[in-house]
């Protein structure tokens, strides 16, 4: 069996959401889209159930994978429905939906329903993709009260700059929130990851209305370029991880896979991983990306292919055929690999495919 796997800790996937819950102290909703970030929504939404206040999904085909297999706890839709007949499975499956457009808010009213649904009415305080202008939010609120149509409106709204911790952005949002939604005191939500981790002074400690929707950090990856003292509790639940199945020891002056993007600037021992872009490894991972073999720090040599990448062994002398190489996980922060490729964490664990998946606690 090839060696690449991914393996899921459940018990960090805990960890990280006791830790939302204490820096917040408010409900939280683990968001779990995109197959929970690459790392299993069912399996991780059944590793939380008991201690969760509910989950967020991207679209009604994740909230139903998640009911269908006997998961009961509140499930937000964090873009509510594309097309109006899914109101009729949102209902019978009692799911919250997320209003953020003019053409939402009339299906609601004019679509008789059986009961009152649970609406998050989205603002657009700054990010400019979705939400009600700040202009309109106080009539589409009003409207949606007056249509009989729900149950309760929390408030919502999304940061698109909380990751960069220097960053006006984050406070200029918080205030047209605050402005728009004044006078309401009802439940509200803000928070994604780096608003929760970086932001602590922005945000009153336990306030009892508002609901938090972490994601990237439930999974352990911080969302920052540097160093933050919240985000180093996190502990990493994916560990990307293949073996050595050949080794080669070049002379200098020799390329090295596809391209000869890399060519041995002294005589070389070359290790190849079974792991390749096919699996969701990034490809324009530069020579020089960190992984780490038989836990010693390495780097990534060569163009990655599509099944196979390569690695400097010529300084680990022990190392060879069937040495453990660790793409990313407790060793390898994926925010580093990610880093070195020009990426994120969130796209990396989301690509992660063809790899079986371990589960543990
Ligand atoms: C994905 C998403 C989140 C989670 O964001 P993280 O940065 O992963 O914490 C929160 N809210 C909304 C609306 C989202 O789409």
Redesign the pocket.
Known sequence: MRPARALIDLASLRHNYRLARELGGARVLA?V?ADA?GHGALRCAQALEGETDGF?V?CIEEALELREAGIRAPILL?EGFFEADELEPIQRHDLWC?VHSPWQLETIERTPLRRPLTCWLKLDSGMHRVGFAPADYRAAHARLAASGKAAKIVAMS?FARADELDSPRVAEQLAQFAAATEGFDGEFSLR???ALLGWPQLFRRGHEGEWL?????LYGAT?FEHYQAQAARLRPVMTLESKIISVRELPAGEPVGYGARFVSPRPTRVGVVAMGYADGYPRHAPDGTPLAVDGQPARLIGRVSMDMLTVDLTDLPRAGLGSRVELWGAQVPAAEVAAAAGTIA?QLFCNVRRVARVWHD
Do not use: D, T
């Open positions: 968001v889209k970030y967020a991207a964090l997320v999304h994604n990851s780096p929707r972490p994601g990237i950090m969302p969130y």
